[in-house]
């Protein structure tokens, strides 16, 4: 099976900047559409951020559009996930995730078919 594991997580200040990494073990790793989620303690995952196969289109989540940016390399086998203007509610555990089919409505996804095991960000006020 695939293995992710997601890095750069920490601690950062309001307004801030932060950018996670995914690493993937999988050889045909430009075969996945990958993404980001995350959960805050008390709150179901949530969506928020999804790059297709190439790298050529992407979709976020509403309430990070325009401070968020998600990348991938696919020679590298790796995926990020630029913060900016960061939020204490931006506070959660971020997983990154692959799936070999778009979805519809990614508001509503579980399903991936892979998951890493997270990163926490930690956005104090």
């Known amino acids: 099976q695939v293995q992710l594991v997601e890095s750069g997580g920490g601690l950062v200040q309001a307004g801030g900047s932060l950018r996670l990494s995914c690493a993937a073990s999988?050889?045909?790793?430009?075969?996945?559409?990958m993404g980001w989620f995350r959960q805050a303690p008390g709150k179901e995952r949530q969506f928020v951020a999804v790059?297709?196969?190439?790298?050529?289109?992407?979709y976020y989540r509403d309430s990070v559009n325009g401070r968020f940016t998600i990348s991938r390399d696919n020679a590298k086998n790796m995926m990020w996930l630029q913060m900016n203007s960061l939020k204490p509610e931006d506070t959660a555990v971020y997983y990154c995730?692959?799936?070999?089919?778009?979805?519809?409505?990614?508001?509503?996804?579980?399903?991936?078919?892979?998951w890493g095991k997270g990163t926490l960000v930690n956005v104090s006020s």
């Open positions: 999988e050889r045909t790793f430009s075969n996945y559409v």
């Open positions: 790059i297709n196969w190439s790298g050529t289109s992407a």
């Open positions: 995730a692959a799936n070999a089919r778009w979805h519809s409505n990614w508001y509503e996804v579980y399903d991936m078919d892979y």
